[in-house]
Structures are given as C-alpha cells and as structure tokens.
C-alpha cells in the first residue's frame, strides 16, 4: 500500500484527490534536509514560484489540498495539507513565514538570500523569464501546510 493509499484508507473522505508527488528544492540532498525538518522540526511552510508551477504543469495549491512529500531517491514519506496560501512578490515575505519555513537562521534576511538565490536557478532552470526589477518581483506562491501523514509525525 502506497503512502497517499494509507493516508486514504484512514481519511476516506479524501478518496478523490490526487495530490502532487515530489520532493522539496531542487536536488536530491536539499529534498532529503528540509524532509527531514519537515518529518522531526521546524518546517511548517515552503514556498514556490507561480511560473515555476505553470512551467511543471502543476495548479497553485489551495487551502485544504494535500501534497506526497518524497525524499531525495523520490520516496514518498509525508502527506501534508495546506492551512494557507498566499501569492505575492517574492519579497513581499514576512518575518513569520520566514520563521515557519524553519530554514536558515529563520530570519526574513536568511529567507529572502536563500530563495532570491533557489529563484535564480529555479528561472534559469525553467526557462522562466526574470523581470526587469529583479527575482524579488517574481510572483511566489507562500504556503503553509500541517503534517496529517504518516501519524508518528502528524499534528
């Protein structure tokens, strides 16, 4: 039985979706860090670029849907769901969700130096054209999800 099977057998109600599955970042060793801050700390929340979910095919998140978090060897081992979804100018991110997102020193300055840094390779990756007024102008997608699977780490 898969991860996402499991979690549905427990949460029938949830028998319709079907949630992306994949990793966080964007290499096999940042999936496996922030899992595992997901999995036993800090981690409550991510965030993405708008054109980086367009150019993978994928819907912005919602309140209330779920995502099959894997490891870097694309291994599912966490479902979350999102509590909270924002879309805003990459710099428009705030001293909480900095501190949520648990990465780094979890200040606004440690956040906006990492991902103006992952927006970089994330445009030149995708193909994804950058602004004239910089990364910070990139439309990013703030979310923030509780742990609902598996159990041991829910809540």
């Not at 805003?88 to 909480?96: A, I, M, N, P």
Request: include cysteine.
């Amino acid at each position: 039985m898969t991860l996402w099977q499991a979690y549905v057998a427990a949460h029938p109600e949830h028998a319709d979706e079907t949630p992306p599955v994949e990793g966080f970042g964007d290499s096999p060793a940042m999936a496996d860090r922030l899992l595992g801050w997901v999995l036993d700390g800090p981690k409550r929340a991510t965030a993405g670029l708008v054109d980086d979910f367009a150019a993978d095919n994928e819907p912005v998140p919602e309140v209330g849907s779920h995502w099959v978090v894997t490891d870097g060897a694309a291994i599912p081992r966490a479902v979350v769901r999102f509590t909270d979804v924002r879309i805003g100018r990459l710099d428009s991110v705030d001293d909480r969700f900095a501190w949520d997102e648990g990465e780094g020193d979890r200040t606004r300055d440690s956040w906006l130096a990492d991902h103006r840094a992952f927006a970089q390779r994330r445009c030149v990756a995708q193909g994804i054209a950058i602004p004239p007024e910089g990364v910070d102008a990139l439309e990013t997608v703030f979310q923030r999800f509780s742990v609902v699977w598996p159990p041991e780490h829910a809540g």
